[in-house]
Nanobody, 125 residues
Framework: QVQLAESGGGLVQAGGSLRLSCAAS????????MAWFRQAPGKEREFVAA????????YYADSVKGRFTISRDNAKNTVYLQMNRLTPEDTDVFYC??????????????????WGRGTQVTVSS
């Protein structure tokens, strides 16, 4: 199995940028499709982006296309989420998720077996 730990969240003004990181440990990182989800209090966990095991294929929620970029460095066992042009509506807890040999098109939270604890992103207006 794999253990995941997110970092990089914080407070940013609208229009600003943040880069989230998710460090993985345990089983071979390159065996996992990786994804980012977000969740607001009282709401369902929502898909943000996913990346294939090699990093060659990505998939995004419509709400973040053109603003967010998911990437990974298999040598560093890390997946990233670069978030640009942030708005107050992007205020959420962001979670990293992993699925062993999963599909990049997996956008439902129950398709992922491993989760980090989340990192808070707050965007002020």
């Amino acid at each position: 199995q794999v253990q995941l730990a997110e970092s990089g969240g914080g407070l940013v003004q609208a229009g600003g940028s943040l880069r989230l990181s998710c460090a993985a440990s345990g089983r071979t990182f390159g065996d996992y499709t990786m994804a980012w989800f977000r969740q607001a209090p009282g709401k369902e966990r929502e898909f943000v982006a996913a990346i294939s095991r090699s990093g060659g294929s990505t998939y995004y929620a419509d709400s973040v296309k053109g603003r967010f970029t998911i990437s990974r460095d298999n040598a560093k066992n890390t997946v990233y989420l670069q978030m640009n042009r942030l708005t107050p509506e992007d205020t959420d807890v962001f979670y990293c998720a992993a699925q062993l040999f999963g599909s990049t098109r997996s956008s439902y939270s129950n398709q992922y077996s491993y989760w980090g604890r989340g990192t808070q992103v707050t965007v002020s207006s």
